[in-house]
């Protein structure tokens, strides 16, 4: 199954443009949305889910026309969104159960054994008499999957999961998103490079509602390999390099380091640089004039 989406476009009636044009072909798998806040990762997340509208455009998934068939994307859907709010007097299990029923599992037996299952896999069954007001970030984003999951969905969406989380959780939130992905349509958004490379077969990158690119994380970045250079510079030198693509600097032990964009070694002290994802996100971002 495949979400093909075509030309899609919203302005919000302040007159910012949050989709401008979005073409996008995501396959099977686990599909990568990059971008800064703001890029519209979440207009394009709920315009799939059939929460909000957009001005022009089509989705579809399979065979379902999703703006003109929002039940029928519903019944296959799983969404987390961004902002997830919880019950924080109810217990895990009990909301879970909830959520089950509203998904149209009326079945006792039937929701009972998959309630369990999804509390099982997502690491929470110990947990499932607590209330979810005690649950740590981590805990509560899984709990989203949990829900997620509910009715086996051929299409879920999380909306930036790993925001707040600390290392520890982070880790275990994306070794639970590797197990989903495989034959169903799952798409990830996140501002965090890492969040992408570790976990996406395919991906695009977003920014101020167009996409700028989209591909394997492995082919985008091939695009740009070998022009990639390094130099580690003194704090107060960066002004030297007005001249060259600098498309990134970071602090590395009281010195700059910087990465330049060029097709040959820019200079004396520069060394090549295997490129990498954040190396491409920051130059196509650096490249965009809209
Ligand atoms: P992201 O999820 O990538 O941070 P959003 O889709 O939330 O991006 O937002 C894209 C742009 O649309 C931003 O400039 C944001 O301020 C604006 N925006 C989002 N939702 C609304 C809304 N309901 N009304 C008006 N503007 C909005
Ligand atoms: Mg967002």
């Known amino acids: 199954m495949e979400l093909l989406i075509t030309d899609l476009s919203k302005t919000y009636s302040n007159g910012i443009k949050a989709l401008n044009s979005v073409s996008l072909t995501i396959p099977t798998g686990m599909f990568g949305l990059l971008g800064p806040n703001g890029s ?9 889910a059939a929460l909000q509208d957009a001005d022009s455009g089509s989705i579809t998934f399979g065979d379902i026309d999703v703006l003109n068939n929002k039940e029928e994307i519903r019944k296959v859907l799983g969404y987390l969104p961004q902002e997830f709010g919880l019950y924080p007097k109810v217990n895990a299990e009990v909301l879970l159960n909830h ?25 929470l069954y110990d947990s499932r008499k607590k209330y979810l007001g005690t649950f740590s970030g981590g805990m509560k984003q899984r709990f989203g999957i949990a829900q997620a999951l509910l009715g086996n969905p051929g299409l879920i969406i999380v909306d930036e999961p790993t925001a707040g989380l600390d290392p520890a959780e982070r880790n275990r939130f994306h070794n639970l ?12 958004s996140s ?6 490379q570790s976990l996406c077969k395919n991906m695009a990158i977003i920014h ?22 390094r130099k580690i510079i003194e704090k107060d030198a960066l002004s030297d390099y007005n001249e060259f ?17 060029a097709d040959e070694l820019p200079g004396l002290g520069f060394e090549a640089e295997t490129a990498s994802l954040e190396d491409l996100y920051f130059l196509t971002i650096a490249n965009f004039q809209n």
């Open 40 to 48: 519209g990762k979440s207009t394009l997340m709920r315009t799939i």
């Open 245 to 261: 693509k600098v498309i990134s600097h970071r602090l590395h032990s009281g010195k700059v380091e910087i990465h330049v964009y």
């Open 99 to 123: 959520l089950a029923q509203l998904k149209g599992i009326k079945n006792a037996s039937e929701r009972k054994e998959t309630v369990k299952m999804l509390l099982e896999q997502t690491n």
């Open 177 to 188: 998103l590797s197990e989903i992905g495989e034959n169903i349509v799952v798409i990830l």
């Open 208 to 229: 101020k509602g167009s996409v700028l690119m989209s591909g394997s994380p492995e082919n985008v970045v091939e695009q740009i390999n070998g022009k990639i250079w």
């Open 191 to 196: 501002h965090i490079i890492d969040d992408i």
